[in-house]
């Protein structure tokens, strides 16, 4: 029999985290009924005309990196979005459906402030990437035929990489982002801190709709793969695109620096991937980083709706809201 439906309470909630981490242990379906919902911020960023496509000055390829990530955003989240929206319409429970339904806005938010950093970008200087997302468009359109399973399995999947994305982000992120325009680093990370406040909920509800069979369980380890593999490969569609117009695509050195850029990002993200395809894993267990959990403790006591920029200049570029008393 389901608990009774508890109170919601904040994300930061010390007591609330304690009673979480101590169930753990408990199968996903069980434990949506005491998770925080994840709330949707819709935050107006502004990606105006002097914003520059090359947004961290000196690293044109780890700009051209996150540029080409940016730019899969329109088309993937809208699918994770439909992908979550049949799924729920399946479960008869209630607090999964909340929870799914609040990854939805959440999704639909950052999509739709990528694809107006992603319409800057095309104005400014890379045209070009319209051919790559065409193809992503006709892409997600074939991936929408196939099962629910295999759809709601990329979507869990996907979802694995980008806590490994957050945590390169945002511990490195003196190293990437230093004196880099404000605008574009609030922007990404704001829509890290959202990634990792919804982790476990595409999980909970591929558990939810699919029993712990072999079969099913093959399934999900294989969309970690799929979702995962997916999405770099038109990301890297993008920043060759950006590369080329840049003139750097054919240098050794830009090459180099990109192989660099490369690395960090798979010692970050495959370790995710790989604990992600384990039988018996669970999103819970992965440790949010400390700037995500006080941006969201320095949102919720801030002005709704308001999220200063953060200082690409400051030697530790701490979360942009001011630090609790
Ligand atoms: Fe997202
Ligand atoms: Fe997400």
Not at 212 to 217: D, E, L, R, S, V
Not at 262 to 284: D, E, I, K, Q, T
Request: charged content about 25%; hydrophobic content about 40%; glycine content about 6%.
């Amino acid at each position: 029999m389901r608990p009774s439906k508890p109170a919601r309470r904040p994300a930061n909630d010390d007591g609330h985290k304690r009673r979480r981490q101590m169930n753990e242990i408990e199968t996903a379906p069980d434990l949506l009924a005491s998770d925080p919902v994840p709330q949707p911020r819709k935050i107006p960023f502004e990606f105006p005309e002097d914003l520059d496509p090359q947004w961290i000055p000196g690293e044109p390829e780890l700009v051209a990196m996150l540029n080409g990530a940016s730019l899969t955003m329109p088309y993937l989240e809208p699918f994770l979005i439909r992908t979550m929206r049949a799924a729920v319409e399946r479960l008869d429970d209630g607090d999964i459906k909340e929870q799914g339904r609040a990854f939805n806005t959440q999704e639909q938010h950052h999509f739709q402030a990528h694809r107006r950093f992603n319409a800057l970008l095309k104005r400014k200087r890379y045209p070009e990437l319209a051919a790559v997302e065409e193809q992503m468009k006709a892409s997600y359109a074939k991936l929408s035929r196939r099962s629910l399973r295999t759809r709601m399995a990329y979507t869990a999947g996907f979802e694995s990489m980008t806590l490994g994305v957050t945590k390169w982000l945002i511990e490195e992120r003196i190293k990437l982002f230093a004196g880099a325009d404000p605008r574009a680093v609030s922007f990404v990370l704001w829509h890290m801190v959202e990634e990792t406040e919804h982790k476990r909920v595409a999980y909970d509800v591929y558990c939810a709709l699919f029993k712990p069979t072999f079969i099913n369980g093959l399934a999900r380890m294989l969309g970690v793969f799929h979702g995962s593999f997916d999405v770099m490969r038109f990301a890297m569609r993008g920043y060759k695109v950006i590369l080329k117009k840049e003139g750097r695509w054919g240098r050794v050195r830009s090459r180099l620096r990109l192989a660099q850029w490369m690395w960090a990002f798979v010692s970050y993200v495959f370790p995710f991937l790989f604990r992600a395809a384990l039988p018996g894993h669970n999103p819970r267990r992965e440790r949010d980083p400390q700037w995500v959990t006080d941006w969201l403790g320095g949102y919720a006591r801030a002005e709704p709706g308001v999220v200063p920029l953060v200082d690409t200049l400051h030697p530790e570029m701490p979360v942009p809201f001011p630090v609790r008393s």
